[in-house]
């Protein structure tokens, strides 16, 4: 059974939006801290945002303008609403957690952006 289980990603064309979702088989108050990450095709993967335990959340600067992150704890969910789409933001987008000093990845979700 997988600890987090991303959905909502799909084909989308430049411009659009999705909302991704990542559901945790546990409290996420557990967790120290939650986000998002991508990997793009021969690309390292990259972090796009986070939220910790108080709630405080903290964005990569280049994406903070279109990236929001928020969660829901009642669902044991966090959310990534990505706007304006562009097609370099085309990549597999996987939920993590951390505690100290163990990670768990979700399996991914493919986000593909069309010109």
């Known amino acids: 059974q997988e600890k987090l289980v991303e959905s909502g990603g799909g084909l989308v064309q430049a411009g659009g939006s999705l909302r991704l979702s990542c559901a945790a088989s546990e409290n996420i108050l557990f967790f120290n801290s939650m986000g998002w990450y991508r990997q793009a095709p021969g690309k390292q993967r990259e972090l796009v945002a986070t939220i910790n335990l108080g709630g405080s959340i903290n964005y990569v600067d280049y994406l903070a303008g279109r990236f929001t992150i928020s969660r829901d704890v009642a669902m044991n969910t966090i959310f990534l609403q990505m706007n304006n789409l562009k097609p370099e933001d085309t990549a597999v987008y996987y939920c993590?957690?951390?505690?100290?000093?163990?990670?768990?990845w979700g399996q991914g979700t493919q986000v593909t952006v069309s010109s």
């Open positions: 993590n957690a951390k505690v100290l000093r163990t990670e768990h």
